[in-house]
């Protein structure tokens, strides 16, 4: 996501860190080559010029050019003007109203609205709502069983018709059984269309009608670039919208889209998908994507997504052992099942600050060597995942067989594992060494600052 962007920003960006003294000059030159960047990442014209224009005159100002470190102040600025390129601040869903809320989905055929409908269902129902997912797409072959199916995944019921007379009064019926079922939201998916003609427009226009919205939001693929812009002007124009929701944000996505979509429509982006499974959907927040783009992590969305997947009581027992010193390789193993819930390994990376493009690509990142390692742990006993130290050769020459790896994978696992525990009884065992706290589970869990305790 935005990694030719990162890349050619940060390029820009170190250049001007690296310079003691600015000038107009050398000011215009760094924009010329940001202004650049934008355009190569499908970034609309006129936001490109207009954005390089309002960090121009922000940067050649008095305090920035006579600033001890005015590298450092321009950066600050870029960082600024992207967030409010993008909107400011997050932009909740409003479901408030009447009962049930109607979310109505539109886009092009394509887009993803589908797969972002059960999304969305899942995402709602983690956070304590009651969805209802309905299958408003009667043309598309399979439309309603790829809905069914995914719904199922995502533990949310979805209503279906295919022999429905009229949308309208699909829909209609929809918001019936979502009353009788005491579902609060409504999730309808509509039928997208190759491109955008007048009668996919008086579709979208009569369910409108007959089941008046709370949100109306635009599901744009967010590959397409600067054509996404062209398709969001015509729904707004003919339908009317209230929010954005930009997917395939991880496949080959210049950015453009992302950067162009809220400064031209002036319409709220309150969702982003970042993958393919049902659970790669997030908020989407102005500043941390300013963050991420222009390399500096997003610890937050970091945070978020481990407290999502990390238990409260586990945490409490993962604090215990640390200050006791006695992890075992069973602990390893759910720590690792922990990361992989959170999602692909170079997603995670990518939101850690200072991860540059270049670092993650020598970074080991292939799920398959994650399930090796989970293979050696699995083809130990139970007594050989809590004493490592009885690992002798016979018997990692059968975990490798066992696990389908060789002995010299097996004596790196255990390698690693034990520099892992030296380290963190070099961090416990430093009196007043810094606390250091890692969300989990809405806890915390503090590693160091006590000594261990002299068994008697």
């Not at 199922?152 to 009788?180: I, T, Y």
């Not at 963190?424 to 590693?447: D, E, F, H, I, N």
Request: glycine fraction near 10%; include cysteine; aromatic fraction near 4%.
């Amino acid at each position: 996501m935005f990694e030719d962007l990162t890349q050619k920003l940060g390029g820009v960006l170190r250049k001007l860190r690296g310079q003691g003294l600015l000038t107009e000059d050398s000011v215009g030159e760094s924009l010329r080559e940001v202004r650049r960047a934008l355009l190569e990442a499908d970034v609309h014209y006129q936001v490109a010029r207009d954005f390089v224009e309002r960090v121009r005159l922000k940067a050649i100002g008095r305090e920035v050019l006579g600033s001890l470190q005015p590298g450092q102040l321009v950066v600050k600025i870029v960082h600024d003007e992207i967030v409010t390129l993008l909107g400011g601040q997050a932009a909740d869903l409003n479901l408030s109203g009447a009962y049930p809320a109607v979310v109505l989905l539109a886009g092009l055929q394509g887009c993803g609205k589908t797969t972002f409908a059960a999304k969305l269902a899942g995402h709602l129902a983690r956070r304590g709502r009651k969805p209802l997912l309905v299958a408003a797409d009667i043309y598309r072959p399979a439309a309603s069983d790829q809905l069914q199916i995914l719904g199922s995944q995502v533990g949310v019921p979805v209503f279906a018709r295919p022999d429905a007379k009229g949308v309208p009064r699909l829909v209609q019926e929809g918001r019936a059984e979502a009353r009788q079922q005491l579902c609060d939201t409504l999730i309808v998916d509509t039928a997208g269309r190759l491109h955008i003609d007048d009668e996919l427009m008086r579709e979208l226009a009569a369910i409108r009608d007959a089941v008046p919205p709370a949100e109306t939001l635009l599901v744009v693929d967010a590959m397409t670039g600067q054509e996404a812009v062209r398709v969001a002007q015509e729904f707004e124009a003919r339908l009317g919208l209230t929010g954005l929701v930009l997917t395939k944000l991880d496949g080959d996505a210049r950015g453009g889209a992302a950067l162009s979509l809220r400064a031209v429509l002036g319409k709220p982006i309150k969702f982003v998908g970042v993958g393919e499974g049902l659970d790669d959907l997030e908020t989407f927040h102005p500043d941390r994507m300013a963050q991420r783009i222009l390399g500096m992590g997003d610890v937050l969305t970091l945070i978020e997504k481990a407290q999502e997947t990390y238990d409260e009581e586990a945490a409490r027992k993962l604090e215990q052992k640390v200050r006791k010193q006695t992890l075992t390789l069973e602990d390893f193993l759910e720590q690792l099942q922990h990361i992989r819930r959170m999602g692909p390994l170079d997603k995670l990376l990518g939101m850690v600050p200072g991860m540059t493009p270049a670092m993650m690509a020598q970074a080991t990142l292939e799920p398959r060597q994650m399930h090796r390692v989970q293979g050696i742990v699995h083809s130990m006993t139970p007594q050989e995942r809590r004493q490592p130290q009885v690992v002798d050769g016979s018997r990692r020459r059968r975990i490798a067989r066992g696990s389908g790896t060789s002995v010299q994978e097996v004596n790196l696992l255990l390698k690693q594992f034990e520099q892992m525990k030296r380290m963190m009884k070099s961090m416990s065992a430093k009196p007043g060494a810094a606390t250091r706290q890692v969300v989990a589970g809405g806890g915390s869990m503090r590693y160091g600052g006590k000594r261990k305790r002299r068994q008697r």
